[in-house]
């Protein structure tokens, strides 16, 4: 049972770096989300997809950009690393939107580290 | 400035002891959902509550929402070293993606 799947684990940039964060959920979900967790604190938003080819920003999207070709895949861009961005990421998906209580199904979280 | 406050921040308990988190907000939430998380994986759903004053209970867990929707707790009796984690609320408004407390972490020694 894959779920939702990131790549990579963990991962050092050096500032001014790019990188793309991948994640693919095999739940056939619409609803697709990045988050970041920094060290003791909850998560926030970056950007959130309602479906493919919808995109939208979260709480915290500045940095990141984010596409949605497809239902299954929803990639994390990081254009110009920052130390700022030394984080943990998380990818999830839901079937439709929180509010009518929907589980939200996380992946196992992409640590970065800019140096 | 944080849409939802979770207190305590910290919490460091013996076996057996009972506990109680708070999830508290000034806006109204059309559900509540709790998660717990532990190191080095994602948040995993423990409960989701719809309801003003509705009450759920998980084996030793109890989540309460408040009448109002704005708040929420978390009591575990006879809390057990099994239950160490963070402790996430997390509140739903309409079609918004879910926006998380910034957790409570809980250490139970045995």
């Known amino acids: 049972n894959a779920g939702v799947t990131q790549t990579p684990k963990f991962r050092i940039l050096k500032i001014g770096q790019s990188m793309t964060l991948q994640c693919t959920q095999d739940?056939?979900?619409?609803?697709m989300y990045w988050y970041r967790q920094d060290p003791g604190m909850g998560l926030k938003l970056i950007y959130y997809s309602v479906g493919a080819g919808i995109t939208d920003k979260g709480e915290v999207p500045n940095g990141y950009n984010v596409s949605r070709s497809t239902t299954e895949d929803f990639p994390l861009r990081l254009e110009l690393a920052a130390p700022s961005q030394t984080s943990v990421y998380f990818c999830a998906s839901s079937y439709s939107t929180s509010s009518s209580g929907n589980t939200i199904y996380f992946g196992e979280g992409s640590w970065l580290t800019v140096v | 400035t944080q849409l939802l406050e979770q207190s305590p921040q910290f919490l460091s308990i013996q076996e057996g002891e009972n506990l109680t988190v708070y999830c508290n907000s000034s806006s109204v939430f059309s559900s509540l959902q709790w998660y717990r998380q532990e190191p080095g994986e994602g948040p995993v759903l423990l409960v989701t509550v719809v309801t003003g004053g509705e009450v759920k209970k998980l084996k030793r867990l109890t989540f309460q929402f408040g009448d109002a929707r704005k708040d929420s707790s978390l009591h575990i009796t006879a809390a057990q070293p099994g239950d160490t984690g963070l402790y996430l609320c997390?509140?739903?408004?309409?079609?918004?993606?879910?926006?998380f407390g910034s957790g409570t972490r809980l250490q139970v020694q045995p």
């Open positions: 997390a509140g739903a408004m309409g079609r918004r993606a879910l926006t």
């Open positions: 739940m056939n979900h619409n609803y």
